[in-house]
């Protein structure tokens, strides 16, 4: 590891000072400089790899500002601060009661010990954890630009299937993103440009050429909150993972999904799925195809050929279609079928 | 009493809380790390990213202008050492800094000695290796490997077993299947990562290195580094996971001792996760065909196992579990073969249960064909096929309750109550399955000594140059002497892990409880019997009463009579302090050359399928349920039960631990566990513990362990068959198993993912 400078600066408009003094414009947020850390279960990780090589490191856990650390239910939905902790939004009255799906996406993250550190805006942040970017000894286009993509041919079981380019076909791997993009959350980011809010959905780029670009912020821009609308009918949400094993691994596939029903009928569906893509991805089509339609085996088999349409399989990950299919249908039957 | 500490039955011990519990669990216990150094220096280590080739350049200015590196030891600094040598205390023939030829992924290249750990690091990166690449073969189909048998490539393979006519009565059978099966490579994995620390007091070595073989390491050390291995101590208290990958000493070792010397200060070299996957041993892929036939009556009448094992180019590591499969069953007819595979890999090596562990899997799966095909219960079919005495050397077993476990297990499991046709059972969206398998580890014993001291005041000090390698032999070792002293447990203090103490065998091949305490029931007799002389001469506290049995409990030599004596009175008596005994064990069996191999960290192992007399094995049959999604088909296991037989057990709080630890790491073989080659350029992909899947507590639910007793007095004077390596052998074939029972889907290729359930 390299040596760097730790700094803990006081509140938001000192971070984005000093960030903003040794950073540009035109450098990534993973490639700069200066870099923020919050609870680093990410970026300490990376550094200690080789993968992220930052000299200097902004500690944004001393900010001063509370509503970094306040979860805020409101008439018109609900307000994460960035610092919040993951195990704390998940075991969050309001959360479990009125966004199932939001609970669960964090519930089934990581491990009890990486929830109590972890915070909501660097889990959104977390990168990539295929196994060729995580060792710097492979070819890598988004550790190094141009460098080659190792898992296009290797072994490439865990990679997306869906939004996947010729450069890049790394999955992003979190799960609250996917219930945030379902639920048409909102970022609000503060940097040396002005505040700033956007749609959960502008946050994260698809690889095509330049997959070293992974997010719209810039690097001395800082997430301050999440803002999920009020959506009454979430209260009939979920987040289904399946992975290898029981707890602790990331997903092979997973679907977040909200239904305002009406009887069996579908008046509204949000669907999103993880571990089979490279950004946090919405599956508009899917929605589309249920709207209107009586929820049954059929329509839900119906919807997740939908939402599978444009996949792309490699060698080792051609099972997650049929994989990722099967768990929007469960997680559509199951959503159904709540009690709420 | 919980479960955690199973009530004792006949032929067990009491089950005795770990003796360094609260060492533990209280991080006092000084792993080898751990150990406090004064002025050390860190070392770090470059490893290779190619498999095959030669380091054409190293470039170190980078590496060299880091601030607080302290020297490189790379090409051209061992040559006054020798090469590593492979076999049971060398991992690997290859010695990295002898020779600039690249053999296999993630070979060092160089050593990086610095002020600091992260310096150190920081500088092992920099160094930049120039390759001359050539294109390597990475495992099976790979063009480029090298196919040849096993036997008589190792010692402990000599030949290749077989009985009868195999091909004749194959052709006559019945029924018959003809099958392939496959395991993957698996990495140990240890928490406890590996290192070396190293420093010398003048011309002597004294080197701290989580060891399951310290007398073996001293004589491979010194011989490397052309010492004399009085001069060389290895230091190992505590070990934080071994399962045979801290065994054999890997090139590291010499290499951080090089670096110490060139120093002047104690040099500490913890390798990362990453990089254990390329420096140490690990479980090399096998393949398998099998091939049973047997009449309606579902008696087998023949039986052939043929296995394929990857090993690397300079060394021939043998797997060969055609010994035990050949044995386990009574097939009529046997024909088995070895081969080994070689390919640009590292030298693999044991891995708990070596042989076993993919060998029994292969069988398992198959008998469980079997059954299929004949219309039988999987149990029952094993039942008719018991063997009266083994069928290669038509010897006895020495010992041998296979039914009995299966009849304990299948009782508590409630096996009566599964309806045997495919897919009958469900839960709502869940399907079940049940299933189950043999387990059989041979039972072995090595030469030991130790040395055991009673003083006046009753204590006990007990060494005995054994390890810890989670298994608990400090406890058990303390708990025999316990036993023929009547001594209390908490006035013994044990010390192992040191080559400095009177040499133990490898820690490997569960026979460590067998031949530790073997020994030390040995000393303790030979104190026993001095202080019986002492007691019963003219003068002494029970002077005359020489013809009575005698007892030793709670510090006294108790008469038959009813007369006694206080232990200590007779030490007094004596005029001594303390009676010291060393003693040397020896096996039934022993060639007289047999302590001398002790000594030289080269010891005989006797027992299993090598006794004149008997074939020595301990059994156990495993019981689980799975339950697997209709539509996403994730496979969990909410039920285990295993039922073991393994002669004398000497605790049976550790016992269940270790049996339990084994069915854990056997469900983990079944549906976790897979390191990924990428064959392009035969290197370890998932190379840590996020992508190496190993089971975690919400994998593991109701799980039990059945101590089944039984009496073996063959197989050593403990009475103790080893069975640290018994539990995870069979689990996985009872898994696929189970999968097939709940989907009518066989899997034969390790692990088991959801992929295969899919299609
Ligand atoms: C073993 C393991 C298993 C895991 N399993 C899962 C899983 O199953 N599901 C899952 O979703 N995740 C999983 N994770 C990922 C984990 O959730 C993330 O590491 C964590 O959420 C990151 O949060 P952090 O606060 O520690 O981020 P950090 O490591 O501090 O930062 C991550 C990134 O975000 C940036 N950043 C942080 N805060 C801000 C901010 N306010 N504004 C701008 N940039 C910011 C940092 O600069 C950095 O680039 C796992 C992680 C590990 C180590
Ligand atoms: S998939 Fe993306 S992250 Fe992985 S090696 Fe290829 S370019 Fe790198």
Known sequence: ?340 | MDAAAPRPKENMGEPLPRVDARLKVTGQAHYPADLPTANIAYGALATSSIAKGKVAKLRLDEARAVPGLLDIVTYGDMDKVDKPKFGNSGATSIGPLHDRTIFHDGQIVALAVAETFEAAEEAARLIRAEYEEEKPTATFDSPGTATIPAAGKSPLFKEDVKAGDFDAAYADAAVKIDQRYSTPTQHHNPIELFSTTAYWEGDQLIVHEPSQNVTGWKVELARQLRIDPAKVRIVSPFIGGAFGSKGPMTPRTAIVAVAAKRLGRPVRCVTSRMQAFGTQTYRAETRHRIRIGAGKDGRITAFAHEGWEVTSRPDAYVVGGTSATGRMYDYGSVLTHVSLVQADRNTPGYMRSPPETPYVYALENAMDEMAVALGMDPVEFRRINEPKAEPIGKKPFSSRSLIQCYDQAAEAFGWADRDPKVGAMRDGDWLVGIGCATAIYPTAVAPCAARVRLTVDGDVRLQCGSHEIGTGVRTVAGQMASERLGVSIEKISVEIGDSSLPPAPVSGGSISTASVCSAVLMACDAIRTKLYAAATAEGGPLAGSHNEEFELAGGKILAKSGASAKVGDVLKAMQVGAIEEYAEFAPKGATPEALKKLYAGTPEFHGGEQDEDSVKYAFGAEFVEVRINRYTREIRVPRIVGAFAAGRIMNTRTARSQLMGGMIWGIGQALHEATEVDRRYARYVNRDLQDYLVPVNADIKDLQVILVPEVDHAVNPAGVKGLGELGNVGTAAAVASAVYHATGRRIRDLPIRIEQLLV
């Open chain 1, 1 to 340: 590891m390299r040596p760097f400078v730790y700094e803990q600066p006081a509140d938001i408009s000192a971070a984005v000072a000093t960030a903003s003094r040794f950073t540009t414009n035109d450098d990534q947020p993973t490639r700069a400089n200066a870099q923020f850390i919050a609870g680093g279960t990410n970026l300490a990780d990376y550094m200690k790899l080789g993968v992220a090589e930052p000299n200097r490191l902004l500690d944004l856990n001393r900010l001063k500002e509370s509503g970094l650390r306040q979860i805020r239910v409101t008439d018109d939905g609900i307000r994460f601060g960035a610092l919040v902790r993951m195990g704390e939004a998940a075991d969050h009255r309001d959360v479990t009661e009125r966004y199932p799906v939001i609970a669960d996406s964090l519930r089934l993250a990581a491990s009890g010990q990486i929830r109590n550190m972890a915070s909501l805006a660097g889990n959104i942040l977390q990168r990539t954890r295929c196994e060729y970017f995580r060792e710097t000894s492979w070819q890598c286009n988004k550790r190094v630009p141009g460098s080659g993509c190792a898992a296009m041919e290797g072994v490439n079981r865990q990679h997306a299937v869906l939004g996947a380019s010729d450069a890049c076909i790394a999955t992003y791997h979190g799960d609250f993103a996917q219930a945030l993009i379902a639920l048409d959350a909102v970022v609000h980011a503060e940097g040396s440009r002005g505040a700033r809010k956007m749609p959960f959905a502008k946050l994260h780029r698809q690889p095509g050429d330049t997959p070293h670009i992974e997010t719209d912020l810039v690097a001395d821009e800082i997430i301050t909150a999440i803002e999920v609308p009020a959506i009454p009918w979430a209260r009939r949400s979920l987040y289904l993972k399946i992975r290898d094993r029981e707890s602790y691994a990331f997903a092979l596939a997973s679907a977040a999904v909200a239904l305002d029903l009406d009887g069996e009928t579908v008046r509204e569906a949000r669907i999103a799925l993880g571990g089979v893509a490279t950004v946090p991805w919405r599956a508009s089509a899917a929605e589309q195809s249920l709207q209107g339609k009586k929820l049954d085996e059929a329509s839900a088999e119906a919807a997740a050929d939908a939402a599978f349409a444009q996949a792309r399989p490699r060698q080792h990950n051609a099972f997650k279609i049929e994989l990722g299919k099967r768990t929007l249908v469960r997680a559509l039957l199951e959503t159904r079928d709540m009690k709420v």
